[in-house]
């Protein structure tokens, strides 16, 4: 009998799988970016995740921000990155999800990378 964890690595893999044999239909001209290209304290312009794990939303009331916040982590084929997730894109995005962010932000927190939409940026369910 296979176990939850095992069902979900396995659905990961087929739709990491999936992503590599399909050709992307994308209405950006913007070339789609991988986890292993990214660079801190750059620009990511269109990057495609498969959503593994979402933790807990927690609300954040700073000078800069207010509002809710929750991490995330997905994947690609090429690697793992962690993710900022803002307001609504918090109950937006589930596990299994793959997302499209456009036009957000890369960093390294804690010594591993992380990405958001920002300010300015978008981020779409593409598949469920």
């Known amino acids: 009998m296979a176990t939850k964890e095992s069902s979900i690595d396995n659905r990961t893999r087929s739709i990491i799988s999936a992503m590599n044999q399909e050709p992307n239909v994308v209405s950006s001209n913007s070339k789609r970016q991988l986890v ?6 750059s620009s990511v312009q269109r990057l495609e995740l498969v959503i593994l794990r979402k933790y807990p939303r927690r609300l954040v009331n700073s000078k800069n921000y207010t509002g809710a916040l929750a991490a995330a982590c997905g994947r690609d084929e090429t690697g793992l990155v962690g993710l900022v997730l803002w ?3 918090v109950g ?3 596990v299994g ?11 390294r927190r804690d010594g591993e ?9 978008t981020l779409e369910v593409i598949d469920r």
């Open 36 to 41: 292993v290209d990214l660079v801190p304290g």
């Open 87 to 89: 307001n609504g894109d």
């Open 92 to 94: 937006k995005v589930q």
């Open 97 to 107: 999800d793959i997302i499209r962010i456009q036009n957000g932000w890369c960093r």
């Open 113 to 121: 990378i992380v990405v958001s939409t920002g300010r300015s940026g």
